[in-house]
């Protein structure tokens, strides 16, 4: 069984910063991509950045120059580096992974709970 567990949500001001971190565990072979995905109250859910296993990165473009997204693989942990946020970030953010399983032959997406982040004006 695989687990992705989110930390480093929480209130923040318009301008301000914060740092996004995911890790997953279990039984894992391979992490094929990690990111990011958010939902605002109303809205669908959205990409907000990627990383492959091959080190390609996708931002959406509401986000690029704002956020970075890194990946520290021997710790199978993804991060989210958020700066100048938004009111309009604010948002429950998901870590997403696609993740091949000890002993499986393809990827499964995996998902976080969930981590709120909300950006006062």
């Known amino acids: 069984q695989v687990q992705l567990v989110e930390s480093g949500g929480g209130l923040v001001q318009a301008g301000g910063s914060l740092r996004l971190s995911c890790t997953a565990s279990?039984?894992?072979?391979?992490?094929?991509?990690m990111g990011w995905y958010r939902q605002a109250p109303g809205k669908q859910r959205e990409l907000v950045a990627a990383?492959?296993?091959?080190?390609?990165?996708n931002y959406a473009d509401s986000v690029k120059g704002r956020f970075t997204i890194s990946r520290d693989t021997a710790k199978n942990t993804v991060y989210l580096q958020m700066n100048s946020l938004k009111p309009e970030d604010t948002a429950v953010y998901f870590c997403?992974?696609?993740?091949?399983?000890?002993?499986?032959?393809?990827?499964?997406?995996?998902w976080g709970k969930g981590i709120l982040v909300t950006v006062s004006s």
């Open positions: 997403y992974a696609r993740i091949v399983e000890t002993g499986a032959m393809n990827g499964v997406d995996y």
């Open positions: 279990g039984s894992i072979y391979s992490i094929k991509a």
């Open positions: 990383i492959t296993s091959g080190g390609s990165i």
